[in-house]
């Protein structure tokens, strides 16, 4: 039934369940496209433990929920992504919320994923990046708890850096906490966001970072943000070797940046060996010529 469900066809490897300890485990889940056989969503195992027990009292409890390996993949055209017709498919739509005195309950506890690997592409600019060694737990949630919190981490895919983070999300408000550290952050996949609006165009620098924030989800200037970012080794121009702009490190401690409340606060910001230079041709000149007379790419 998994394509009357989903639309989609799923395979696995085997599936353990046990009924009277409320173990399942599944090996080598599979997701595919739609009609396609390119896969959307895969993971060596997935494995959840349900509270028997509980059930008697309409409470659903999953004590551990554990995604091993998995795979994914985001790829977007325009505003299509490939898993709206997911959305589409479980979005209700005239349905009315029935409110009983018997409510079932749905806690989800101890989620755990490992080893996770995540495609994005994007195909109009074009854009393709991906990021591995994704880990990610959280204590999970109680039905009856507006909180949850998580720590997660993951490196480059197809360079160098780290990225590692603490948070916070209630759901009733959607506001949020995290404090992320980024180590020597490979930024290059900004290169590939240059070509949307550049004749041609090499960058590359990476990013340290330790940051605090907290804010809201519904709405994006409700940030009040502090710590210290620095980039480093920041090249721009037309190809390595050959560049407009350069520096060796640009570091700024920030105080607090709020812009709901238009606050812009920096104890200092440094920039070491900057370099810029401009060249004067007979028609346009090095900047134009890279975005368009009087910046028309842009």
Known sequence: YDERWLGRQITVGFIYINPFTGYAYIRNLKIYEQNS????????????????????????????????????????????????????????????????????????????????????????????????????????????????TFSFSFISGPSTGEVKGTGTINFSDLSYR?????????????????????????????????????????????????????????????????DFASFSKLVANITRLNPKEFKYIFDSVIITKPFFKYDRYDSLDNIQRMFGKRGSNL
């Not at 898993?83 to 989800?108: C, S």
């Not at 930024?187 to 609006?197: A, G, K, N, P, S």
């Not at 970012?229 to 721009?236: G, K, L, R, S, V």
């Open 178 to 242: 995290f404090a992320v550290v980024a180590q020597k952050y490979d930024l290059q996949i900004f290169e590939q966001y240059l070509r949307d609006f550049a004749n041609y165009g090499h960058f590359s620098a990476t990013l340290d970072a330790n940051i605090e924030a907290s804010g809201n989800l519904n709405d994006r200037e409700d940030i009040n943000a502090s710590g210290i970012i620095a980039i480093n080794d920041f090249h721009f121009g037309k190809m390595p070797g050959d």
């Open 37 to 148: 056989d390119s896969l959307l969503f895969s993971a060596r195992g997935l494995s959840v433990n349900f509270v028997m027990l509980k059930m008697l009292g309409n409470t659903y409890e999953i004590s551990n929920l554990t995604l091993d390996k998995p795979v994914g993949r985001i790829v977007q055209n325009g505003k299509i992504l490939n898993f709206d017709d997911l959305i589409e498919r479980f979005n209700p739509v005239g349905e009315k919320r029935v409110d009983t005195v018997e409510r079932v309950r749905f806690n989800v506890l101890d989620i755990n994923i490992n080893g996770g690997e995540f495609h994005y592409k994007e195909e109009t600019i074009p854009v393709d990046y991906y990021i591995r060694d994704v880990n990610i737990h959280s204590n999970g949630k109680f039905w009856d708890k507006d909180t949850m």
